[in-house]
């Protein structure tokens, strides 16, 4: 069984993981009619990218994940090409929130009541995610042991 953390920060290998993949569910008012602007500039925004200043961006590291619960989400299969597809799939989500460190509680379900952001990320991505970190974690921890065991060795 997987144990979670309470709280992930974001500035750790595993919170940057998780937004690096996740869709922010309360976005813009004006989201349908940024749709139309950004099918328009698509190919302007790849040279954007290249140039795009990430730095304005230093103050997620002052928040962490909290996990809300996961979800399944039932919708028409707009892939579906031939009559042996499938016509309705279904999504399976893992929803966390984006809570100001200092706010978020450990014990509170929520996490925080205000000047949040809920987020979704496929599951089979938030556990690769999650799986690759805790090996991470683990070969770190048994890098730090064998280092502890040579030094204990050196001192004899």
Not at 17 to 34: I, K, Q, V
Not at 51 to 65: A, C, H, P, R, V
Not at 134 to 150: A, G, I, L, M, P
Request: aromatic share 10%; with cysteine; net charge negative.
């Amino acid at each position: 069984m997987l144990q979670m953390p309470n709280n992930i920060p974001t500035d750790s290998q595993l919170g940057q993981s998780l937004l690096s993949h996740a869709r922010r569910l309360d976005g813009d008012e004006d989201e349908d009619e940024n749709e139309e602007e950004d099918e328009e500039s698509e190919d302007e925004s790849e040279d954007e990218d290249k140039e795009f200043d990430y730095s304005n961006f230093m103050w997620i590291n002052k928040y962490s994940l909290k996990f809300q619960g996961c979800h399944h989400m039932t919708q028409w299969n707009a892939n579906n090409d031939e009559d042996n597809d499938v016509k309705i799939m279904t999504r399976r989500l893992v929803r966390f929130r984006l809570c100001e460190t200092g706010r978020c509680s450990d014990t509170a379900a929520r996490g925080c009541k205000k000047g949040y952001g809920d987020y979704v990320i496929d599951l089979n991505v938030f556990l690769e995610s999650y799986l690759e970190y805790q090996q991470r974690k683990k070969e770190y921890e048994n890098d730090d042991y064998v280092e502890e065991d040579e030094e204990d060795d050196l001192a004899k």
